[in-house]
């Protein structure tokens, strides 16, 4: 399984949010590039970074920090503010591997399936991330997890199944950034809906044994954020799980 740290960017700085929640916001005084930096030097190979600002405006607003970390030796997978085609030339010129696609996955599955037609399923990583409805059901927030939509996860992770995508970035919203402990039964079921699917897992992992578990139950990948930071996790350890 990789193992992928993550760094979140607001007006170039690196934070976390707590549920998605922009006014639950927790600041770092680590630069962007010298945490980065930290994460290769251990032997990191990936990097998650998402522009939170550009995730809720529909722009693309920390391209000058992500360029500087897409050409800091690690790969990396970006996304925020990713609305059109422009958005993701911009992106794949700035050094950027991998392009994550969230609201204009959830809002417009038609273009994007054109895109992974035109760049190729390991260049695009389909992000759905849910939360629970009062009836069961998963639905997809998008524009930073602030709007609600009534698309549901599973419709829409069989259709780019069948549409030819390989890589799912799927965050339970209730659990980002609260240390609760991954949403296993989530990532199960995902795994039986679409197994095709390479899926990246992502929000409250807390140590080594949530890795684990994840790892067992078959994730492809797993996106550390707060764990990292905080300390309740080394890098090394991750790495090594």
Do not use: K
């Amino acid at each position: 399984m990789l193992i992928i740290p993550a760094i979140d960017l607001r007006a170039g700085r690196v934070v976390r949010l707590a549920q998605g929640d922009y006014a639950r916001e927790t600041r770092f005084d680590t630069e962007p590039l010298v945490l980065a930096q930290r994460y290769a030097a251990a032997g990191a190979r990936w990097l998650h970074v998402v522009d939170l600002d550009g995730a809720r405006s529909g722009e693309l607003e920390n391209l000058r920090v992500i360029t500087a970390l897409a050409r800091g030796g690690m790969q990396v997978q970006a996304g925020g503010g990713v609305r059109g085609a422009d958005d993701v030339q911009r992106l794949f010129d700035a050094g950027v591997a991998r392009v994550v696609l969230g609201s204009v996955a959830v809002g417009e599955p038609e273009r994007v399936e054109s895109w992974l037609a035109q760049h190729g399923a390991e260049r695009l990583c389909i992000a759905l991330d849910t939360r629970a409805a009062a009836d069961g059901r998963w639905l997809l927030p998008v524009r930073g997890w602030t709007e609600t939509s009534n698309v549901e996860l599973d419709v829409l992770a069989r259709r780019y199944a069948l549409a030819g995508a390989r890589h799912l970035l799927c965050t339970d919203i209730a659990r980002d950034g609260m240390l609760s402990g991954p949403n296993l039964a989530l990532y199960a079921h995902l795994r039986q809906l679409v197994p095709q699917l390479a899926v990246q897992a992502s929000g409250g992992v807390r140590g080594a044994d949530d890795i684990r578990a994840l790892r067992d139950g078959g994730a492809a990948a797993v996106i550390l954020g707060r764990s990292l930071l905080e300390g309740h996790l080394t890098i090394e350890q991750a790495l090594t799980c």
